[in-house]
């Protein structure tokens, strides 16, 4: 985490003088968005040298965001074809999930990503930090197969991530 | 007036009418969360309406304005919600 | 000249698109806002349904000027957006848990029966130490 948030002040110093020493490119989004990707992608590849746990996750995390962004995207049309037929046929319910995340990061980015995605929504976590209670809208008479959804498709791969 | 800023126009009206939906929604709203969550809906779409109006009008500055409205915006929606949860107390 | 012209108006085209997809989403999610029964059902249905939409219409509002610190603005609208999103709708219906905001009577709550019990009793402990 701390590599990542140098490697991003590095790279973005890099652009900026990058611009305001020569004049090679046009003075665009494409360009400037194009040298900052460059620079953080050869200091990504510096890091084999010495953070080889860093060198590991990064694709790993940037294949989650597209993931999340790509159940966002599926779960938002779901609802707005629901939110537009005349009648609607939701069917909530509350889950207890119980955690196999034991650190507050990873139960924060849990609940953060539970709630985000559309459908769902994180209502509090038990006293003693094993049971993560979420509320959802579609389930079909089986709150095992939600269950194991959620812990399948989010918690595993937070957790190779954090660890 | 081309076709792109007619695109614009009837989109900033769109959003109007999203705007007159929320407040129906803040009047009748049976209980003190559901207003907060009409309040949080609400900002969102001033953000997106002052959006659209730095593009109709190309002058880069009113971007500023929307940072400082998204900022306050969900410091009021928390600080709401604290207050809910000190009164029950 | 003609190739300049060419790209200007690409940028207007798929700006455009971009804003009337979000404006759409906005839309809908208004309308669940007014539709649906219950507050829990409209929190989780309809708060990401408007960031997903102002995060399309920044995302237009971007490709048009295409200018870096435009650009820059822009990102960081989008990811202040995403990261407080999430928060307010948590503490907001943790909140409402709290004060014992009903629930849809089609609601399937066997799951959550033990947690408001134990609300309820550490409720009334509190309020006999409060009466002694």
């Known amino acids: 985490m701390k590599t990542f948030l140098i490697h991003t002040v590095i790279s973005f110093v890099v652009a900026y003088q990058f611009f305001q020493r020569t004049d090679w490119l046009s003075y665009h989004a494409r360009s400037a968005g194009g040298i900052f990707m460059l620079a953080f992608a050869v200091l990504w590849i510096t890091t084999l040298l010495y953070n080889r746990a860093y060198f590991r996750k990064m694709p790993k995390a940037i294949f989650f965001i597209l993931y999340i962004l790509k159940e966002i995207f599926v779960a938002n049309l779901r609802i707005a074809y629901d939110i537009l037929k005349p009648r609607y046929a939701i069917n909530p319910a509350v889950l207890a999930v119980p955690l196999d995340a034991k650190d507050d990061l990873s139960i924060t980015l849990l609940a953060c990503v539970v709630a985000l995605t559309p459908g769902s929504i994180a209502l509090d976590v038990r006293q003693d930090r094993r049971v993560l209670y979420v509320h959802m809208l579609y389930i079909d008479d089986d709150l095992d197969k939600a269950k194991h959804q959620i812990k399948h498709g989010f918690e595993r791969r937070i957790l190779e991530l954090t660890t | ?89 | 000249m003609l190739n300049n012209l060419d790209s200007f108006l690409l940028k207007e085209t798929i700006s455009s698109v971009f804003i009337l997809v979000g404006v759409a989403f906005m839309l809908i999610a208004t309308i669940g806002l007014l539709r649906f029964p219950d507050f829990y059902i409209r929190m989780s249905a309809i708060t990401k349904g408007s960031t997903l939409g102002l995060g399309l219409i920044l995302a237009g509002l971007g490709i048009y000027f295409d200018h870096p610190a435009m650009l820059l603005k822009v990102v960081a609208i989008i990811s202040f957006t995403f990261m407080t999103a999430p928060v307010a709708a948590h503490v907001l219906s943790r909140t409402a848990v709290q004060n014992k905001i009903p629930f849809w009577n089609k609601t399937n709550l066997t799951d959550f029966q033990s947690y408001l019990k134990k609300e309820h009793r550490s409720e009334k402990k509190v309020d006999e130490e409060r009466a002694k």
Do not use: H, Q, W
């Not at chain 2, 009418?17 to 129906?24: N, Q």
């Open chain 2, 1 to 89: 007036m081309n076709l792109f800023s007619v695109t614009l126009i009837i989109a900033i009206g769109t959003l109007s009418i999203c705007l007159v939906l929320t407040a129906i929604r803040f009047a009748i709203g049976p209980t003190l969360p559901d207003r907060i969550s009409a309040f949080d809906l609400f900002v969102a779409n001033v953000i997106g309406i002052i959006a659209i109006y730095t593009e109709l009008t190309g002058n880069a500055d009113f971007i500023d304005v929307a940072i400082i409205l998204s900022l306050f915006g969900f410091l009021g929606s928390i600080s709401f919600a604290y207050f809910l949860m000190k009164r029950i107390r």
